[in-house]
């Protein structure tokens, strides 16, 4: 293949990010494709070392990639002067609106027959809400108060990106009898009148540009206890940014896991991938992380490069990320399992047995 490489900037992080990340960068490479790795620093050690969360540098370097990786951040819960989370950062300056995190399970870690017909996608809102940063204290500190974001603009296109999702989710399945495309808006507009209010209006204005799309809506705390016991009623849910933070987690626990979750963090011009766990100070430095939602960021990375790819290259581009898709499938069915999925391997087994499987197969 003699195109340009695409440029990949690699982003660790903090705690197992640096050890997950090596991992989804030694699949990528192991395809040959055209990739260029760049790496940069950010997170809450980096933040200790230089006193910068997300360095001017590594926020250049995000703007000019194809294509970010990033592995995980550990902020403390306790406030640090001049210290801000540098992914909620990074989301708002590259402007990566969209959320997308998809659950499945495939094949089944448990033996719950409900497990077997998980396949959802949390479309979550990336830019605003009570992450737009806007908190103050007032009476000396007996009074703090965040102000909760919620703007037309934003909502409109986190909706638009929902339901063209479910019409792609819905042909790709390319049968008769598969089930109808379907978006669930994720609001608490009963009690939080205006923000929510707007948010869920908008998303069904734009619902109505959709009719082949089912549209639903739920309260956010039906919605959570729904995804905990009835996890198959959903296709694609779309909320704003706090409540898809935490309903994605809890719709992990159908996909095996946080250590199998990966995410995609879109906008229109730039893109970042990373998986849906974060910096797991517990078990950082012992090597047993589990690589596989880091893997999977590599294959949508892939997907992502492909649309963007000269057509002469986009199909192989398209075939390595769903080779890896399978040698993912397979890992999970067959191990070797991290800790995390009940085995003992550790964090390199796992990554040489994807390869072996993507080389092989
Ligand atoms: N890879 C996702 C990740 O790092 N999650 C943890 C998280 O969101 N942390 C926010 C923060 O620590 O600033």
Not at 123 to 141: F, H, I, K, M, Q
Request: charged share 20%.
């Amino acid at each position: 293949m003699s195109a340009p490489p695409f440029t990949i900037l690699v982003i660790p992080g903090d705690g197992i990010g640096r050890e997950v990340i090596p991992a989804a960068v030694a699949v990528l490479q192991a395809t040959g494709l055209p990739l260029r790795f760049a790496e940069a620093d950010a997170g809450w050690e980096c933040f200790q070392r230089s006193g910068e969360a997300l360095p001017p540098e590594t926020l250049a370097a995000a703007r000019t990639a194809d294509a970010v990786l990033f592995g995980a951040v550990a902020s403390p819960s306790h406030p640090v002067a001049g210290y801000r989370s540098p992914i909620v950062r990074l989301r708002r300056e590259l402007d990566l609106y969209a959320n997308i995190r998809p659950v499945f399970d495939d094949p089944p870690h448990a033996d719950d027959p409900r497990a077997r017909r998980v396949d959802l996608v949390v479309v979550r809102e990336n830019t605003e809400d009570l992450y737009a940063g806007r908190e103050r204290v007032e009476d000396g500190g007996a009074t703090a108060i965040a102000e909760r974001v919620i703007t037309r603009r934003a909502s409109e296109r986190i909706a638009r990106v929902a339901f063209e999702l479910a019409r792609a989710r819905r042909a790709a399945r390319n049968t008769n009898d598969a089930p109808p495309a379907k978006v669930t808006i994720v609001h608490k507009a009963n009690v939080l009148r205006e923000t929510c209010g707007l948010f869920r209006a908008v998303a069904l204005e734009v619902a109505q540009a959709y009719p082949d799309v089912q549209t639903d809506e739920m309260l956010v705390d039906t919605c959570a206890l729904q995804l905990a016991t009835r996890p198959e009623r959903f296709d694609v849910i779309v909320t704003t940014n706090l409540f898809g933070d935490i309903l994605s987690d809890v719709a992990c626990a159908w996909g095996g896991g946080l250590g199998l979750a990966s995410s995609a963090n879109l906008g229109e011009q730039h893109a970042l991938f990373e998986p849906v766990h974060g910096a797991a100070p517990d078990i950082a430095g012992k090597g047993i992380a589990n690589p596989l939602a880091a893997i999977g960021c590599a294959a949508l990375l892939l997907d992502h490069l492909a649309r963007r790819a000269p057509p002469d290259i986009a199909p192989a581009i398209h075939a390595w990320s769903a080779r890896i898709q399978h040698a993912i499938r397979h890992v999970r069915a067959a191990g070797p399992h991290t800790p995390d999925l009940g085995g003992n391997a550790v964090t390199s087994e796992v990554t040489d047995a994807v390869i072996a499987h993507m080389l092989t197969s």
